[in-house]
């Protein structure tokens, strides 16, 4: 009995530990400014995943938020945040997000097969005035710097957007690009 009891308590410890984060390293030569290398953390306890790109002067960071919803980037060279409601018909599941991953890492730098979805956001500019409403997670990583809300664009929207765009490419999974005169160099 006793070493039942144990056992299960140690199974417990193990499986909850390994479901609970993993972390996934990718060089990527297809990245915003052309190189640059792309990692994701994924803290399934919490119901995040985080996206940091590391390209120099280009580097961001994304956090996808699924427990509230919203997803947002953190654009060091402009010192901004924008945050968006995230689609979740384009978005992969936090569960479907590591296997995802896994098969475009072992397809190489140029992954065959389908091509990654696309999403364009237009960033309001009018600035964000209370965090809080959009999440603890999302709150916590753009305290401190000026915060913006995007609205995704979608059909005719699309054709007619002559604006600029900052385009990130989020581990050859979604390509997403955010227009307006909030990410303009």
């Not at 915003?32 to 919490?46: D, F, K, L, R, T």
């Not at 947002?72 to 992969?92: D, G, Q, S």
Request: with cysteine.
């Amino acid at each position: 009995m006793k070493f039942t009891i144990v056992f299960a308590g140690l199974l417990g410890v193990l499986l909850a530990s390994a479901l609970a984060d993993y972390n996934i390293n990718i060089s990527d030569d297809g990245n915003s400014a052309g190189s640059g290398q792309q990692s994701v953390s994924v803290n399934n306890e919490h119901n995040v995943a985080n996206i940091d790109n590391n390209n120099g002067w280009d580097s961001w960071n994304s956090m996808w938020d699924y427990e509230s919803g919203f997803a947002a980037i953190r654009l060091f060279r402009k010192k901004t945040c924008i945050v968006h409601k995230m689609n979740k018909e384009v978005v992969p599941s936090i569960q479907s997000l590591d296997a995802l991953v896994k098969e475009k890492k072992l397809q190489g730098k140029r992954p065959g097969g389908a091509p990654p979805k696309s999403l364009m956001y237009s960033v309001n500019p009018n600035q964000v005035d209370d965090l809080s409403k959009l999440g603890k997670n999302i709150a916590n990583m753009c305290r401190g710097i000026p915060t913006y809300m995007a609205e995704e664009l979608q059909g005719e929207s699309l054709f007619f957007y002559s604006g600029k765009c900052f385009e990130t490419n989020i581990l050859w999974i979604v390509n997403i690009a955010f227009c307006g005169k909030t990410v303009e160099n």
